[in-house]
């Protein structure tokens, strides 16, 4: 087990310039309540109902096209999903300010929008973003959209079209997002989606992806991708080399949300929050590169009888770190890391 004599970690901040633990994870009010005005319209029965069809199509690997055929459908969908792609999106998005506090994007791309949910999350986090462009091929997605736009949206482009073709959309964007929507494209697409995301970006590409072995794959061939393209890879991973995971395990992470009273109906659940499991990417233009943080913890903290065991994916790989509760300066700023955060190094730990 690597010792402390080999790890610098007293130096690690409880927090970076920007904390992404005070980022709320509900969904905007206005969205809400946009959404609770909709559903005062519907018999919520029916609702989940479509929502229990949608979401087994979903895991048996249907697609959006065969999941959502009308505005209902979409709907069902919004209460069942949103509030965790949300959560998960503004998550990551928090992450990306907190490592680059200076990043100000004001023209951004909502790949696979939906019901722009990604434009919503990174609205919250950079208001003065000034121009937004919604790309779905889904058109009960793009019209529930437009009526659950509100003020923070209402002037953004909305426009039908293919990730892994999408239409010219004019000058490339200072934040490219994609969120939940690359999943569902097809092996065969998935280069043409990434190269298009790519394309359109001038300064931050950010993927986010379901928390799956199968998932992850997908997206470290995309990281592999970007890399070869010119791309520096600036979260979650400290480098941009290959990823030194080695199967069964894999890279992802966590979020809680709170669930409301329909949420909860939908799903039929009891439990009043769930934990949504993600795994995400955010590659830069070298030109606006953002450098990565030392060290990620890639799990929560393991509580032992002496103190903590903590594992990081480093520049030299992965590591795990005993942190010794004698050694209060250490362990008292640890303690507080969780499962994502950034830990900063002095020197790279003996392995275990």
């Known amino acids: 087990m690597g010792g402390l004599e080999a790890c610098n970690l007293a130096d690690a901040p409880a927090g970076g310039p920007f904390d992404v633990t005070r980022i709320s994870t509900a969904p905007p009010q206005a969205l809400t309540a946009a959404l609770e005005r909709l559903l005062d319209e519907r018999s919520r029965r029916a609702l989940a109902e479509r929502a229990a069809r949608i979401s087994a199509l979903y ?4 697609t959006t096209a065969q999941a959502i055929l009308c505005e209902d459908d979409a709907l069902a969908y919004a209460l069942y999903r949103l509030p965790a792609t949300y959560a998960a999106t503004v998550h990551v998005l928090g992450r990306l300010t907190e490592r680059a506090p ?3 994007p004001r023209r951004m791309l909502d790949l696979g929008a939906g019901l722009g949910t990604a434009s919503l999350a990174a609205r919250a986090i ?3 973003i000034d121009e937004n462009a919604l790309l779905d091929r889904s058109e009960p997605f793009l019209a529930l959209a437009r009526r659950l736009a509100g003020p923070a949206l209402e002037k953004a482009r909305i ?7 999408p239409p010219a959309l004019g000058a490339p964007f200072d934040l490219v997002v994609a969120s939940y929507a690359l999943t569902e494209i097809a092996e065969s697409s998935l280069d043409h ?3 298009a995301a790519w394309a359109n970006c001038a300064g931050a590409l950010i993927l986010v992806e379901p928390g799956t072995p199968r998932d992850y794959a997908r997206l470290m061939r995309m ?9 520096r890879v600036s979260l979650p991973c400290p480098h941009s080399a290959p990823c030194p995971l080695e199967p069964p395990d894999w890279c992802h992470f966590s979020v809680r949300l709170a669930r409301s009273r329909d949420h909860k109906l939908l799903k039929g659940a009891d439990a009043p929050f769930e934990d949504e499991k993600f795994a995400y990417l955010a590659a830069t233009r070298e030109e606006a590169a953002i450098a990565p943080a030392p060290a990620r913890m890639l799990a929560r903290p393991e509580v032992l009888k002496h103190g903590l065991r903590i594992k990081l994916c480093t520049v030299a790989g992965i590591e795990e770190v005993t942190v010794p509760k004698r050694d209060k300066q250490t362990f008292a700023p640890i303690k507080k890391k969780d499962w994502g955060d950034e830990v900063v190094q002095g020197e790279t ?3 275990e």
């Open 223 to 231: 990281r592999a991708r970007l890399i070869a393209s010119g791309a």
């Open 349 to 351: 730990p003996a392995r």
């Open 159 to 165: 426009i039908a079209g293919d990730l892994s073709a």
């Open 59 to 62: 895991r048996s690997g249907g």
């Open 126 to 128: 950079w208001p003065q």
């Open 102 to 104: 200076d990043f100000s």
């Open 193 to 195: 989606a990434i190269d």
